[in-house]
């Protein structure tokens, strides 16, 4: 018998029972919680009058929602100024009093997004399952979890019975050998693993990331990589357990201490896909092939190299492919065969729960330190992924350095990755963004989105136009 | 939860691939508390020619002439003709409540993303996976007959067109069996309550860390 893959590992561990239809009850460790996608859940909870199975498995925190300015936000709640964003937050509030669920509120030092603070905590753990009503939950396969985004309904059902009905998903096996050239980050490796399987590529699988260049990556590198895979269609992305993902959770507030820690450290060892194990879908890259990446397009698909141009509809042979090109082209405003270097920038945003850790703001502030924000760039926003990431730059000095080059150093939240709060695009304007979806509106009505790495971004943001990062020298 | 058992009427042509949730539903419609009242903004950025704001009235908003949902002969559609991926991108299950709020009971695409689909399942409403060349079928069919119709029959896994052909479709049998009772998934979960719990107390002697 060929042996298990990390993601057999964790569906076996966690299996409660296989139920006669096909399906599977599946034992849920962790759930994330959030203002957006919440209040129906808890609201259905109330009308059958039910209470959470295990209230303690379960962490909150306002973040699609929340405003970024330090004149909003110094005074907690009731300092939002939209009176329906402040209800949803307020809702969130209430409910986790009521269900007894802890919260990190929004003045609470350890606040940010929900999938920043929860591995920046240790609250998330190798082998857990973690769930939470957000598509980017695939984040915490990071380290070693088995983690996906649900809709509210089972947000609910989780709050209710611990567990979820699932269906096992297919193996995938995407491997990037070799290793990343410099300059060349974690957002550039898993656009291109995107632009190579497609949006749909990992439909009904869960993806393992694997292979030399990925072991290389820091924590917060593959927490990047498996953030996006739900870009790729795959509910969740995993990455198997080593010495690195030990060394990132000890000492963490939530990891466990003592003789729990070696107990846990000597389980997590095993959370790797065996040497004989199947998949049921390999893909390879080459580390040393990829370059920067710039999406040109409408959906995370469409990305080029930065030295690339915009594609011609007209050279592409399968006709609705074809017709998505020139849809995405008319959206976006963009000329085929431009090169992608020439695209000019108006807003600029370095955040989201794809890049707004420490390591970004570091990577982004070497690029822009002693530069000037180019003079065509009506915006540049730098808005750190949690409470303690912003506090950790401003010890190193990081918001200083952003500051001083003309960008807005911002307080934490999702901001304008879905503008849902005030920072968002106006119709028409070209935005380089860390995050992880440019599709239409996404970013504000009419806005038009790049994807690209905080390095990348802030090269832009200092050019006023896409250039490749690895030309300017770095102070 | 709702039923869907049988249901016939207009098909609505969506010629476009990959439609993801904030397509469906923009986001500053997701600041509301409630499950309802979601319908006046399905696709709103596409079917108004403004800028939508939530708890707005939108009966005299510009309506975007080109956009399927505004022209005449497909008023009053309860079918949704989709293409590969559909609703794709976020979580958010308002996709689903505008869909369903707006009238939408069924959804035929060759392909749909994972979360979407299953959220679909929790609002009564039938996500149906057809091969591509008929998906194309039916889209030629839905333009050239204006009042074009299916009849989609839960039970047998049929959908009958007017031309009298009867097309057959998959459905995984649990979820046929919660659709077409209308049954609540929480309650069928709580029915192996003392499996979860036994579950529950070998896993925290195994990893007591997950529990502290
Ligand atoms: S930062 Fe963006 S992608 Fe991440 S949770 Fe917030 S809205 Fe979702």
């Known amino acids: 018998m060929a042996g298990k893959t990390l993601y057999d590992k964790l569906w076996d561990s966690h299996l409660v029972k296989d139920l006669d239809d096909g399906t599977s009850l599946l034992y849920i460790d962790l759930q994330y919680i959030h203002e957006v996608t919440s209040p129906q859940a808890f609201e259905g909870l109330r009308l059958a009058k039910r209470k959470a199975w295990r209230s303690g498995a379960n962490l909150a925190t306002p973040d699609h929602n929340v405003p970024t300015t330090l004149s909003e936000r110094s005074r907690g709640v009731e300092g939002i100024i939209d009176p329906v964003s402040k209800i949803q937050v307020k809702s969130l509030d209430a409910n986790c009093l009521e269900f007894e669920i802890s919260e990190f509120t929004i003045d609470d030092p350890r606040h940010g997004i929900v999938h920043i603070i929860g591995p920046e905590q240790g609250r998330t753990l190798p082998g857990m399952t973690i769930v939470c009503g957000d598509s980017h939950t695939s984040t915490h396969g990071a380290l070693g979890a088995l983690a996906h985004g649900i809709g509210t309904s089972e947000v609910e059902h989780v709050l209710a019975t611990q567990t979820l009905q699932q269906r096992k998903a297919k193996n995938m096996l995407v491997k990037v050998n070799g290793r990343l050239g410099t300059g060349i980050t974690a957002k550039d490796m898993v656009l291109a693993i995107i632009g190579k399987i497609g949006t749909a590529g990992g439909t009904g699988y869960t993806i393992e990331f694997a292979g030399d260049a990925v072991q290389a990556l820091s924590i917060e590198g593959r927490m990047t990589v498996c953030n996006m895979a739900i870009e790729a269609g795959a509910r969740a992305g995993i990455v198997a357990v080593d010495d690195l993902t030990i060394e990132y959770l000890e ?16 389980a997590w060892r095993d959370l790797h896909s065996d040497a004989d194990a199947e998949f049921d879908k390999v893909v390879e890259l080459e580390g040393s092939e990829i370059e920067p990446q710039v999406s040109w397009g409408t959906s995370p698909e469409m990305v080029a190299p930065v030295n690339a141009r915009v594609p011609d509809p007209q050279e592409v042979e399968n006709a609705s492919r074809r017709g998505n090109y020139q849809q995405a082209l008319k959206y976006m405003g963009l000329e085929p065969n431009t090169p992608i270097q020439d695209i000019q920038l108006d807003r600029i945003f ?13 990577a982004a502030a070497a690029v822009v330190k002693g530069r000037k924000v180019a003079k065509n760039i009506k915006q540049a926003l730098v808005v750190p992924g949690s409470g303690l990431v912003k506090a950790q730059a401003e010890h190193e000095g990081l918001d200083k350095i952003f500051i001083e080059a003309g960008l807005e150093w911002r307080e934490p939240g999702c901001s304008m990755c879905l503008a849902m709060n005030a920072d968002q695009l106006g119709e028409g304007e070209h935005c380089a963004s860390t995050s992880n979806r440019n599709f239409e509106g996404r970013q504000g009505f009419g806005g038009r989105t790049h994807l690209v790495s905080p390095a990348m971004a802030a090269a832009a943001a200092v050019s006023g136009h896409f250039v490749d990062v690895r030309t300017l020298d770095l102070n | 939860m709702k039923k869907f058992t049988q249901e016939k009427g207009i098909v609505i042509p969506l010629d476009r691939a990959n439609v993801d949730t904030d397509y469906i539903i923009p986001k500053q419609f997701l600041k509301s508390i409630k499950r309802t009242g979601f319908g006046k903004n399905l696709f709103d950025e596409a079917r108004y020619l403004d800028k939508g704001l939530p708890d707005e009235d939108c009966s005299d908003r510009p309506l975007n002439p080109d956009f399927v949902l505004n022209q005449a002969r497909y008023q009053g559609g309860r079918i949704l003709l989709a293409r590969e991926n559909f609703g794709c991108g976020s979580s958010r299950e308002h996709a689903p409540w505008a869909l369903d709020d707006y009238g939408i009971r069924c959804i035929i695409a060759p392909s749909f993303a994972d979360i979407f689909f299953n959220n679909c399942f929790k609002n009564g409403i039938l996500p149906i996976v057809l091969e591509e060349d008929i998906v194309d079928i039916l889209f030629e069919e839905t333009a050239a007959n204006e009042g074009y119709e299916l009849e989609i029959d839960l ?3 049929q959908i009958l067109k007017p031309d009298g052909e009867v097309l057959a479709f998959d459905i995984e049998p649990s979820r046929k069996k919660v659709l077409l009772n209308g049954l609540d998934d929480i309650s069928l979960t709580l029915q192996h ?5 036994a579950f529950e107390s070998r896993w925290q002697q195994q990893s007591p860390w997950l529990f502290n």
């Open chain 1, 251 to 266: 000492g963490r507030p939530f990891a466990p201490k003592g003789e729990q820690w070696k107990q846990a450290v000597s």
């Open chain 1, 350 to 362: 370095i955040g989201s729960c794809t890049n707004s850790r420490i390591e970004d703001l570091r």
């Open chain 2, 155 to 157: 039970a047998n896994q």
């Open chain 2, 193 to 197: 309550a003392d499996d979860i719990k």
